[in-house]
């Protein structure tokens, strides 16, 4: 038995650095779709490169649900980013959602998939929201237990997403980016950079987003998420909630200069607008890409 | 997969420890997690987070209480539902149910001194009938709010619903 794994770690490690992540499509700029976007979504076709579409709400076998991701996947490229994998969960992952995950997966066959660094189960308790883990290596064990556990049920690569760090840890032995160093080393994932997040992250704990960014292995960093934050009581909230702030595009900016990134995603969660007065952020997102491949 | 030593072992136990007294913190604010040297603030920070995302949650599972109630009326719910332990959408709806009865009780109370809005006690009545389906194991229900009669039937977290005005 314990040959039988070990021969199956071996395959899986030596398929993982197969993985060539430069190979990847590019699929541009695109939007996090949300179902009030549904009206408008073909009128504003021209500005979406492509969908992502939370996983989630795609589990259920209900024919509406069905019918309307057939739709957006025979007119978007389409990728799968799921909220509740708890990959950073000590206690394991959750069988019937890995398996409800893969499906989904597997019936959309995307360039990539993408989840988060993060915990949102544990004691038996659904914590409802994404949860951060100790940057620690017990932490990195857990990751690498889970991440193998979900690479073996898709066939496609995987992505994953930096969060905010609302709760910060007594005792942890690394810093952000040398963790993320870290989970790139022991892992064949990507990184879906959260520019937002990096940025509400530099600016609560009071570090250099760029120098970070620097620290990070570029070849890694496949996808973007950018949207709004507030400050409330002088902390910033990744709220989802407002247009993107001039200094998050800054750091876009700073990003591709680095990193010869996929893909794009306007990631707007609350005070939802109509679409189509989204779309002009989708323009100067795409303006800058355009702008920093000129230049290099 | 090469199994974990034995110090890896207690690491990973001490993890889970840790996570679940966290879980534990973040969805029940009054329970302690004394002794792991996190910062209160930070956890109310946290919990308050969590809050403002389950409401928004909200959203998608009793979509037409901003349509039919208005955004004040969300607002309030938040105030309300702060106080209010979240663990899973199945909370959420017991407090929206709870919340829109209060309302209709606040509604009626109102009218005996002025004339009742109709409309919005029907509103409230059928976000508390939403929520009784939702929340209920049976999958169709025929809910009569006034004089409308709806055909409700629940697939999973969605609802299908047909009917006079909807």
């Known amino acids: ?296 | 997969m090469p199994e974990p030593l034995s110090s890896e072992f207690d690491e990973r136990r001490e993890l889970e420890r840790l996570q679940a007294a966290l879980a534990a913190r973040l969805v029940y604010p009054d329970r302690p997690i004394g002794g792991l040297g996190l910062e209160a603030i930070e956890l109310d920070r946290a919990a308050e987070t969590l809050v403002r995302k389950r409401i928004s949650q909200t959203r998608g599972l009793l979509p037409r209480s901003v349509e039919l109630l208005g955004k004040e009326y969300r607002k309030s719910f938040r105030e309300f539902a702060r106080s209010h332990h979240f663990d899973g959408h199945r909370a959420i709806l017991i407090d929206a149910e709870r919340f829109a009865g209060w309302m209709l009780a606040r509604a009626r109370d109102k009218s005996k001194t002025e004339p009742m809005d109709l409309e919005l006690q029907e509103a409230l009545r059928w976000e508390q009938e939403m929520c009784r389906a939702r929340l209920s194991r049976f999958r169709v229900r025929w809910i009569c709010v006034g004089r409308k009669v709806r055909l409700v039937i629940r697939m999973g977290k969605y609802l299908r619903v047909w009917g006079q005005g909807v």
């Open chain 1, 1 to 296: 038995m314990r040959r039988w794994w070990l021969w199956r770690w071996r395959m899986r490690w030596l398929w993982g650095w197969l993985v060539d992540w430069s190979s990847l499509p590019e699929l541009g700029v695109g939007i996090g779709y949300r179902e009030p976007f549904l009206g408008e979504l073909f009128d504003c076709r021209s500005s979406i490169e492509f969908l992502e579409v939370t996983a989630d709400h795609y589990f259920e076998p209900i024919d509406s649900k069905e019918a309307e991701l057939d739709l957006f996947a025979t007119n978007f490229p389409l990728i799968p980013h799921g909220l509740a994998m708890s990959l950073g969960s000590a206690e394991g992952l959750d069988e019937s959602y890995l398996k409800l995950y893969s499906e989904l997966v597997d019936r959309l066959k995307p360039a990539w998939c993408s989840e988060h660094i993060s915990f949102t189960r544990a004691g038996g308790i659904d914590i409802g929201h994404l949860t951060p883990v100790p940057k620690t290596d017990a932490a990195l064990g857990v990751l690498h237990d889970n991440i193998a556990r979900l690479q073996d049920s898709i066939q496609v690569p995987l992505i994953l997403e930096n969060i905010t760090d609302t709760i910060r840890y007594p005792t942890e032995s690394y810093d952000g980016a040398d963790f993320l160093c870290k989970l790139c080393d022991q892992n064949q994932v990507g990184l879906l950079l959260d520019v937002t997040n990096l940025f509400i992250n530099s600016q609560n704990q009071c570090f250099d987003p760029v120098e970070f960014l620097r620290r990070l292995p570029a070849d890694r960093i496949i996808q973007l998420h950018f949207v709004g934050g507030f400050i409330e009581n002088g902390v910033w909230v990744d709220s989802h909630s407002g247009a993107t702030q001039e200094p998050i595009w800054e750091l876009i900016e700073q990003v591709l200069g680095l990193a010869a990134v996929k893909g794009m995603i306007l990631e707007r969660d609350e005070n939802l607008p109509a679409l189509r007065e989204l779309t002009p952020e989708l323009e100067h997102a795409r303006a800058i890409v355009q702008r920093v491949r000129r230049a290099s």
